[in-house]
Each structure stands twice: as structure tokens, then as C-alpha cells.
């Protein structure tokens, strides 16, 4: 059974058959039969962790347990408004802070802080709606994603667009450096990112 537990870059949770390459989770989110409520977060500390961590092992989304949630690369997780975690992935939390750093600038924050103004950052905390902004393309840096029609998604790398087709990517097409986009990758991610942190996808070779 292919469970509902998939997330996309728009940062909604659906039933698709791919295997993610990481994990993550925002609270929990499904009932005693697995399926998910109305609500899609219970936190605002939403991370991105490795499949497998020091032999831990347990049912995907138990009854009253943190839901399992999938993404098929990190450059998703990241425009679904997650960031690296802690423990299991402590050199790419590292890595995502000291960029968060110099990008706006002070000392690397902690988790919590980060979580914080991320949360403001990807949701419309009155709809609870994702929250997007408005940028060009040629302002962008490698591993964003951005809305290229209703439903629609794109990862940017190497001056091209990728689009997302749920279980991988698509042929690219240029990108035009002056073509007004709508991002959906969070601001301050989108900022470490152009501070150096590199996103791990799993682009077509």
C-alpha cells in the first residue's frame, strides 16, 4: 500500500510510490489507521534526516507516533520548508547553519531560532497556507525550486530548470536570468543556499 506520506517541494503530503532518498517529519500528523487528518504540521521543527540512523528500526507511522515523512531528494525537503537535522545528519546541520550565519550574519543560530523564523518564513501562519515569495531567476541560487505553473514545480541548477514530476525530474529547459518567478523554497534557506550550502539532488546523469 502506497501511504500518504510523500512530501512535495509545494510542501504538501501525498500518496506516491517513490522511494524518498531521505526522511523527515513535523509532528503527528495520521490517525490509528494511518491516514493523515486535516492537520499538516503539530511543530514547527521540521527536519530532514537520514533513512537509516545507528540500527534504529520501527513501523512507518505506528499508532501515535511521529508520522514518517519521505522526499525524493534534500533540494525538495528543503523547498517543503524542512532543514537538516541535528543528530543523525549533524555535519549538514553544521554545514546549514554556518551558512545561515553568513547570510545574515552573527553567530550560527541554534536550531530552535532557526526553526523559528522559518516557520514565519514557509507558512501563512493566518490560512496556514505555504508561503512563497516573488524573485528573479537570475537572482537565485542552485538547489531552489520554483513554481513554474498551477501545480506545477522546477528545481534551478547549472543555469537550468529541472521539473519535478513527483518520482524525478524532467528534460531541463534554460532559464531566463530576468523571468520573474514565484520561489517556493523559504527565504532564509534560499539565502544559506546562496551562502554556500549545497543541497544534495538527485538529478538525472
Known amino acids: 500500500m502506497t ?3 510523500r512530501v512535495l517541494p509545494t510542501s504538501e503530503i501525498v500518496a506516491l510510490p517513490f522511494r524518498g532518498a531521505w526522511m523527515g ?6 490517525d490509528e489507521e494511518g491516514r493523515l487528518g486535516r492537520a499538516r504540521w503539530r511543530h514547527p521543527h521540521w527536519i530532514i534526516c537520514r533513512l537509516e540512523f545507528r540500527g534504529r528500526h520501527r513501523p512507518v507511522m505506528a499508532p501515535r507516533r511521529y508520522t514518517e515523512l519521505f522526499f525524493f531528494d534534500e533540494a525538495v ?14 555535519g549538514a546541520f553544521e554545514a546549514y547553519r554556518s551558512a545561515w550565519a553568513r547570510a545574515q550574519g552573527g553567530k550560527p543560530p541554534s536550531a530552535a531560532a532557526m526553526d523559528a523564523v522559518l516557520h514565519s518564513a514557509r507558512t501563512d501562519l493566518r490560512t496556514r497556507d505555504p508561503a512563497t515569495f516573488a ?5 537565485l541560487p542552485d538547489g531552489v525550486f ?3 505553473g498551477p501545480g506545477e514545480a522546477a528545481l534551478l541548477s547549472d543555469g537550468r530548470l ?10 531541463p529547459r534554460m532559464a531566463g536570468t530576468r523571468t520573474a518567478v514565484e520561489v517556493l ?17 538527485r538529478l538525472p546523469t
Do not use: D, K, S
Open 3 to 5: 501511504r500518504q506520506n
Open 25 to 30: 517529519n513535523r509532528g503527528i500528523l495520521h
Open 77 to 90: 525537503a528543503l523547498a517543503a520548508g524542512h532543514r537538516p537535522c541535528a543528530e543523525c545528519r549533524r
Open 135 to 139: 524573485a528573479a531567476l537570475g537572482e
Open 146 to 148: 520554483v513554481r513554474t
Open 162 to 171: 529541472h521539473p519535478y514530476l513527483g518520482e524525478g525530474y524532467g528534460p
Open 185 to 201: 523554497t523559504p527565504a532564509p534557506t534560499v539565502a544559506a543556499l546562496r551562502a554556500g550550502y549545497q543541497a544534495e539532488v
